[in-house]
């Protein structure tokens, strides 16, 4: 299976930026829905942008606007570009990857349609 690893995590103040990085063992741009999620302490894991491989997204609306998905297929990795971040954005965030389904019209955001996940990396906005 693939494997995947963040980074880019760190604190910001409010207003700030961040990139959030996931490098895959693979390439998974022609057979692989991508994901950020986040979860905050107490919360549920929720799904914050997706991608697919042929470049729809999908987006919380929490961070719509504020934030962006891509992928750079030449070196496996995911970003997350996350602009004008609030306190509520902390959180671990996490990249995920499901093998496409037929079924799919869009990146679904539900964590549960994930199989593959990192490790995770610590965003905290004060």
């Known amino acids: 299976d693939v494997q995947l690893v963040e980074s880019g995590g760190g604190s910001m103040q409010p207003g700030g930026s961040l990139r959030l990085s996931c490098a895959a063992s693979e390439d998974t741009y022609r057979d692989y829905c991508m994901g950020w999620f986040r979860q905050a302490p107490g919360k549920d894991r929720e799904g914050v942008a997706g991608?697919?491989?042929?470049?729809?997204?999908t987006y919380a609306n929490s961070v719509k606007g504020r934030f962006t998905i891509s992928q750079d297929n030449a070196k496996n990795t995911l970003y997350l570009q996350m602009n004008s971040l609030k306190p509520e954005d902390t959180a671990m965030y996490y990249c995920?990857?499901?093998?496409?389904?037929?079924?799919?019209?869009?990146?679904?955001?539900?964590?549960?349609?994930?199989?593959?996940w990192g490790q995770g990396t610590q965003v905290t906005v004060s």
């Open positions: 995920a990857a499901e093998r496409l389904h037929l079924g799919w019209a869009r990146p679904p955001l539900a964590p549960t349609e994930y199989r593959i």
């Open positions: 991608i697919d491989s042929d470049g729809y997204t």
